[in-house]
Structure formats: C-alpha cells, structure tokens
C-alpha cells in the first residue's frame, strides 16, 4: 500500500490569511461627551481641564476608538488633542467607533503590503478566521491580489471558492481588470 499524500500541502498554493494584520490589541470606545458641558457644549477651557485630570493609565497598550455619543459640535481639535494625550499610551487612535478604528487599521495594513511576493501565484484569502477582519478587508485585499495573483480563491486550499483568475488573452483582459476603489460621487442637481 502506498503512502498517504498530503497533496494540498504539496500544491503551489499561496494562503493569505487577513487575520495575521490584526495583533489580537484589546479596542476600547472613548466617548467626550462627558467632557462637555451639560454634555452637550464644548467649551474650551473647560474640556481641557478635563482632559488634563483624566486617568489616560487605563488605555495603555489598547487600541482607542475616539468618538461623541452627544449631537453636539465638536471641533476638529478636540479630537485631536485627545490623540496627542493617547500617544504613547494607546496603541493606536481612531476617529469612531470600535468597527471604524478595526476598519481603518486593516486598510493601513492592507496599503502597506507588499503584494510582489504573490505574482504570478495561486491564492486562497483564508476565510475562517477570528470574526475580527470586516468584509471591506477582504474587499480590497481582493483587489489588490488581482492586480498581481493569477487565480483567486476564498477559503481554504482544500475547500475553497474561486473567485477570479486573470484572462489568458489580450480581449479577456480588458474585460477582468481590477475594479478601482469607489469613492463617494455626488449626484447630479437637478434642472
């Protein structure tokens, strides 16, 4: 009888597991809206002193996700004095909410790759995973693959979804290149 092969260990399979970009930080919400007066009005004095009394220790090491529960205007400069008092402390500082700050993290990561090292390959974008990487992850991940990758999968290597594979001619190509991201367009005004 002969040996039992592992022959998805042995293909040209490439995995790319998006879960590998988050450091597993704990994210914490902080809302201003207790540093503003009758919650409601920022005033400046006022905010800074708070600011300056609160307890920044328990942030160290945390990624913070800065945002106002309140309807009330808030300065841009109030959020930012908020991150220069978390520099340091925190391990990241997001404008939002904790899904904003997540999001916003994986797109920096996924920017800050570098995708030659997937050229020409076969790649599966690992599927099961912690439940921390939002869809808009692997959105854009799917582009940025399609620009280098030859096929593309979701999944694993054993059980996998395809979900594009560059054209072998030139009349195909023009059809499969990779959508640009999409930003926000505003309608037309009416005549």
């Not at 022959?7 to 040209?12: G, L, P, T």
């Not at 994210?27 to 307890?55: M, S, T, Y």
Request: glycine letters at 6%; a neutral charge.
């Amino acid at each position: 009888m002969e040996p039992i092969t592992n022959r998805v260990a042995e293909s040209d399979i490439d995995v790319y597991s998006l879960d590998d970009l988050w450091d597993g930080g704990e994210v914490v919400e902080f809302d201003i809206a207790p540093f503003l007066v009758e919650g409601l009005i920022l005033r400046e004095k006022v905010f800074r002193e708070h600011v300056q009394a609160h307890d920044w220790a328990p942030y160290a090491g945390r990624h913070v996700a800065v945002y106002c529960s309140a309807d009330a205007i808030v300065p841009t400069w109030a959020y930012m004095l908020i991150a220069a008092k978390l520099h340091g402390i925190a391990r990241s500082v997001a404008f939002g909410r904790r899904a904003d700050l997540v999001r916003d993290h994986f797109v920096r990561a996924l920017e800050a790759e570098d995708w030659s090292r997937f050229r020409d390959r076969i790649v599966v974008i690992k599927g099961c995973g912690t439940g921390t990487v939002p869809v808009d992850a692997y959105m854009l991940a799917t582009q940025k693959l399609q620009g280098v990758a030859r096929k593309l999968m979701y999944g694993e290597p054993c059980s996998s979804v395809p979900l594009w594979r560059r054209p072998k001619n030139r009349s195909e190509a023009a059809d499969a290149r990779p959508a640009k991201p999409v930003g926000v367009v505003k309608p037309a005004l009416p005549k």
